[in-house]
């Protein structure tokens, strides 16, 4: 079957799914748009065989139809690199993606760096250089030029030989359990979604809050989520991270004491200000709000312990030669530490190899 470099209608579309679908892995990848809408925009999906890619338009292909069952299908593993946005993309478009093999995943538990991006792994392992002229095009403009058409394919080319690669290397390794556990989360669509009531979560510089400030952050994260949602904007449109950090922090009661904030947009001020002083007065902050604690002293025996925490850490990725942030996170470490127990490196492979070492130390 020849196969069209570029596809642009429905029936195309539907005879490169039918002569992919005999296949038992397919590689995937996106080029998407994130910048005006609170979804990303799907501007263009790649598809690959081992011996064959093309490219589908889906701004000219309306009906996905064909390929969602491809793409959803349990008897075709999808081979793909640093998945969790491609499928994040994809999810409100064709459904949740799987079974997934991630190189990134795979080479990482190989020993290469824990986010070692495509090109590098493809020049590393296959010995191919690839070109890099359009990292950062915009892919919903048309129409599409032809040097974009082949960067585009070469992002699935090799994914079905990287991946063949990267499974021998772990099967000597004796880590192909290591991987299956991994790339078992990725079928879980809960990861690749964010509910606005945890949304407040993924903020930065809003550590150890006060409880009344706890709630102000959980309550204007979740407006902000749900506003974005139902407009169809970037979350960053509707209110910033900064701004948002400079309410909860300061608490403003009025709408003066709101338009003071130096970073806060006029227009925010004129359209928003009832809603979000009604997020401040329904998180029933205290008047005065409590004093905030400022920078803390750290406590000597929990540094001591948490060096400690790393060192073992650091010592086991040495023996297996893996990077350290592959086992374990700063973050996790500390929160180890703190007493939480629900992590990641306690679970599974994780855990046999350097948890129990860890709570050992505790």
């Known amino acids: ?127 191919h250089e690839l070109a890099k002229l359009h990292t950062r095009a915009d892919w919903s403009q048309r129409p599409l030029g032809s040097e974009q058409i082949e960067y585009a394919l070469d992002d699935v080319r090799y994914l079905l030989p990287l991946a063949e690669k990267l499974e021998e290397q772990l099967a000597k390794l004796g880590r192909r359990d290591w991987l299956e556990e991994e790339l078992a989360l990725l079928g879980d669509a809960r990861v690749l979604t964010v509910e606005p009531e945890e949304a407040w979560l993924r903020l930065k510089g809003l550590r150890d809050l006060d409880p009344a400030r706890e709630r102000l952050a959980r309550g204007l994260a979740a407006w902000r989520e749900r506003t974005a949602l139902r407009h169809d904007r970037p979350r960053g449109w509707i209110l910033s991270d900064a701004v948002l950090r400079d309410i909860v922090l300061q608490v403003p009661r009025d709408r003066a004491a709101l338009a003071a904030i130096p970073a806060i947009p006029p227009a925010v001020v004129k359209r928003r200000s009832e809603e979000l002083l009604e997020c401040v007065r329904a998180a029933e902050v205290p008047d005065p709000p409590p004093p905030l604690a400022g920078r803390a002293r750290p406590d000597p025996t929990r540094a001591a312990l948490l060096r400690k925490l790393a060192d073992i850490s650091q010592a086991v990725a040495r023996e297996l030669q893996l990077a350290p942030e592959v086992l374990a996170t700063r973050r996790e470490l500390e929160q180890l530490a703190a007493g939480a127990r629900d992590l990641m490196l306690l679970k599974g492979w994780r855990r046999a190899l350097l948890g129990e070492r860890l709570l050992a130390a505790l």
Do not use: N, W
């Open 1 to 127: 079957m020849h196969i069209e470099p570029l596809i642009t209608t429905a029936p195309e579309a539907g005879a490169l799914a039918a002569h992919l679908s005999r296949e038992a892995r397919v590689g995937l990848d996106t080029e998407f748009l994130r910048e005006r809408t609170y979804r990303a925009q799907l501007c263009l999906l790649q598809l690959s065989s081992a011996d064959e890619a093309a490219c589908v338009d889906p701004l000219a292909v309306r009906d996905l139809t064909t390929l969602a069952a491809l793409l959803t299908s349990s008897s075709v593993t999808k081979i793909m690199h640093a998945s969790r946005q491609d499928l994040e993309v994809l999810l409100p478009v064709v459904g949740l993606v799987r079974p997934v093999f991630d190189t990134q995943i795979a080479a990482s538990l190989g020993g290469f760096p824990a986010q070692v991006g495509y090109a590098e792994l493809v020049r590393r392992v296959l010995g």
